[in-house]
């Protein structure tokens, strides 16, 4: 097996499409994945058609995740994603129309799972605004230390990407900044201040991720909390709430 090719396990398979297949036929996937050197046997009757093609799917957006991380989007071709998901090319063309077609379905299977896990994590935090917050964040920087190539193909590659892109990383950004303004003005008992203070602090959020992914400082990602929570909770709460904050990590 080419040492860059994707492997697909049991769990990344249930996170994937457990919502569709039952657990025992994805077990049976990875499993035959797994004794096949990661491709399908030719001709393989043993799965359902359709989940088949659903697991293909996914592992060429595993690949395009990992071809756009570790190459850049400018550099990756639709080559580069077949020889790390093993597929062929007709495969490839089965689902997707070009490269751009496959980045921009790869973005948002990974903006979904982020969406979901800062969700997640944001409701953690109960009723207390800040804790939401922390918690919030805290599922952001374990999502980028754990899923590094996906951090950096929603907030790297993506600006280098088609117009298409960079439109739906701009609105993964306005969405979390307008869960962050309705947060503050529902629990911290915030004066309305519009969306701009929002929009700038998310901004800043994500400027800041994007300096250090771009660095590939993965194991580092973590150790921001502090800093941001400080930075979030400052201009709605003041200086002594977020200095309340940053010293609790």
């Known amino acids: 097996m080419r040492s860059d090719r994707i492997r697909l396990s049991e769990e990344t398979l249930l996170a994937a499409l457990g919502d569709a297949w039952p657990a025992c036929q994805l077990r049976a996937a990875a499993e035959l994945l797994e004794s096949s050197e990661g491709k399908f046997p030719s001709g393989t009757r043993k799965l359902p058609p359709d989940l088949v093609r659903a697991v293909q799917r996914e592992r060429l ?53 982020l969406r979901k896990k800062v969700q997640a994590g944001a409701r953690r935090g109960g009723d207390v605004w800040r804790d939401r917050i922390r918690w919030g964040l805290d599922a952001l920087l374990r999502f980028a230390t754990r899923e590094p190539d996906t951090a950096r193909t929603i907030v ?16 993964l950004l306005d969405r979390f900044a307008e869960c962050l303004e309705q947060q503050a003005q529902l629990l911290s008992g915030a004066e309305p201040t519009g969306r701009l203070m929002a929009h700038g602090i998310v901004g800043g959020v994500d400027s800041l991720l994007y300096s250090r992914l771009c660095k590939r400082e993965y194991d580092q990602l973590e150790s921001l909390l502090p800093s941001l929570m400080y930075f979030v909770v400052l201009p709605y709460e003041g200086h002594e709430a977020a200095g309340e904050e940053f010293a609790l990590n």
Do not use: W
């Not at 991380?69 to 495969?91: E, F, H, K, M």
């Not at 790297?156 to 609105?171: G, H, L, M, N």
């Open 156 to 171: 790297v590659e993506a600006r280098a990407a088609s117009a298409a892109a960079v439109r739906r990383r701009v609105a």
């Open 61 to 113: 957006i595993l690949a395009m995740l990992n071809a756009a991380a570790q190459l850049g989007y400018g550099r990756t071709n639709v080559q580069d994603v077949i020889d790390r998901a093993g597929v062929s090319r007709p495969t490839f063309y089965e689902h997707f129309a070009n490269k751009e077609d496959c980045f921009l379905a790869t973005f948002d299977s990974g903006a979904e799972r």
